[in-house]
């Protein structure tokens, strides 16, 4: 269809819906979120990923930056390939929060089947499950859309931003749900006429105002079609009865960062107050003694949650590491060590240490003579509990040398005792990603550690010892 015919529907119907010819198309994304983002560029990517990690299909994201080269750098990732992560779309004109809103409900909509509009600083936190298509799969098909309340974050004490992820950051909120809220609505029921007709309409917040048949439930599955009758008042008397304030916490909400530093009260008015940002212009009233007060209500709780949950999605990074790291510390380098004899110029000990130097290179770094039974040892310095040993085994020929061998410890350096045997002859690796790695969870008291190569004529030669623990109390 041309444009000139197209318009004609554009206060009535979303786009594809006129060129389908008034038959809504079917959505190729479940769950989607809308937002607007201006001065973002830093705190983007982390709100692009924490929000795929919990289930969300797609994003539709305005930039209302003067200039979007910037925030376009840091999403190019997810704009590009077959089936990008993200729709960018940049609309120059500050302040236009609605128009924007309306661009996607027009373009955009019937794309997805869910939708909420959500702002950078504003992330869906779904408790237990972390993961939104579990908790929807509870939400009976007769409901049209479901309120998340907000939670206000506080600064963390912070007076300028430090750099950084929002979720480690900042662990400090209120101590209640508060009563605004965010909503993820079927895009189907989306009073597509009625917002047109009515843009100071808080879509974002809520849409019964607009039609007030549309069945809306919060996160605990009560209805809330009349909620934001009466707001503030009618939506505080069902907050503060029943525990309903305390309950929506523990099931899910909308984490707000609304403020992350003291400066944050200058910031959010530098940012731009035209158009339908007018109600950022109360935060450069407040006085010293409201800002307090603020502070005081949004860092009352501390709660580590998204921190927490952050921390193991950022972890498995070391899903990737060709040696995954230890749950201990390191407690063999750098100290004393010793061995049965050396082929190498210098000392035994001299020999001996050069495996606790934490340089791998793929060869024997320390070699004993022909021996029987021949045996290396380390002395900590102190009793430890030792959890972890690593041996790296050399790569550049006969690894079978050291395939069998037996490890004792001592507290005396006279008495020994066994802390494991190998005896099965198989063959380990080492800088190739594959060293033989021993644990006791509990740990074993040690301040001497012993390796005995198992043989009647054979040599020791590792690549690198490695001993993990923790000195004992």
């Given amino acids: 269809m041309k444009y000139n015919e197209t318009i004609l529907t554009y206060a009535i119907e979303p786009l594809a819906c006129t060129e389908n010819h008034g038959i809504r198309p079917k959505p190729k994304y479940t769950y989607s979120l809308v937002a ?3 001065w973002e560029e830093k705190y983007i990517c982390e709100w692009l990923e924490y929000h795929r990690s919990i289930g969300i299909d797609h994003i539709y994201l ?18 590009s390939g077959s089936d990008p992560f993200v729709t960018f779309r940049h609309y120059p004109i500050p302040g236009q929060q609605y128009q924007m809103y309306f661009h996607f409900l027009r373009n955009f909509s019937t794309e997805t089947e869910w939708l909420m509009f959500l702002d950078i600083d504003e992330f869906l936190c779904i408790k237990g499950s972390n993961f939104l298509p579990s908790f929807m799969s509870r939400i009976p098909k007769e409901i049209d859309g479901i309120h998340f309340n907000w939670c206000c974050y506080g600064n963390n004490g912070y007076k300028d931003r430090p750099d950084g992820s929002v979720l480690i950051n900042y662990t400090k909120r209120e101590r209640w749900a508060n009563p605004y809220t965010k909503v ?22 809520e849409y019964n105002s607009l039609d007030p048949d549309l069945n809306m439930i919060n996160v605990l599955g009560e209805s809330v079609s009349k909620y934001y009758t009466n707001f ?14 305390q309950k929506i916490l523990t099931v899910a909400y909308v984490a707000h960062f609304s403020m992350k530093s003291d400066t944050d009260f200058e910031l959010r008015i530098q940012r731009g107050t035209s158009g339908d940002y007018r109600s950022e212009l109360v935060w450069g009233t407040y006085s010293q003694e409201q800002r307090t007060n603020y502070h005081e209500t949004t860092n009352e709780i501390s709660d580590l949650y998204l921190h927490e949950y952050w921390l193991s999605q950022t972890a498995r990074a070391w899903d990737f590491s060709i040696f995954p790291p230890s749950r201990w510390g390191n407690i ?6 010793t061995q049965i004899s050396t082929v190498h110029a210098g000392t035994v000990e001299e020999d001996a ?24 040892e380390i002395d900590l ?4 509990l030792v959890h972890e040993m690593r041996l790296f085994n050399r790569l550049d020929g006969v690894p079978e040398r050291v395939a069998n061998f037996v490890l004792q410890g001592s507290l005396d350096n006279q008495e020994w005792f066994v802390m494991t045997r190998k005896n099965d002859g198989i063959i380990y690796g080492g800088a190739d990603g594959h060293p033989y790695i021993w644990i006791d969870q509990s740990g074993i008291q040690a301040r001497f550690l012993r390796i005995t190569i198992l043989g009647e004529e054979t040599y020791l030669h590792f690549d690198q010892i490695q001993f993990f623990g923790e000195k004992a109390s």
């Fill in 184 to 205: 993820l609505i079927r895009s189907k029921k989306v009073p597509y006429k009625d917002i047109y007709r009515t843009s100071s309409s808080p879509i974002m917040h």
């Fill in 62 to 79: 305005y930039s209302n930056d003067d200039c979007p080269d910037v925030i376009y750098d840091r999403i190019r990732p997810y704009i």
């Fill in 232 to 245: 503030p008042e009618t939506a505080w008397e069902m907050l503060n009865s029943e525990e309903r304030k």
């Fill in 332 to 337: 063999s380098q750098g100290m004393t060590a």
């Fill in 36 to 38: 607007c983002a201006k």
């Fill in 381 to 384: 310095e102190s009793i430890c």
């Fill in 353 to 376: 240490r050069r495996v606790l130097s934490g340089n791998l290179c793929g060869k024997c770094q320390n070699h004993t003579a022909l021996e029987h039974n021949p045996w290396w």
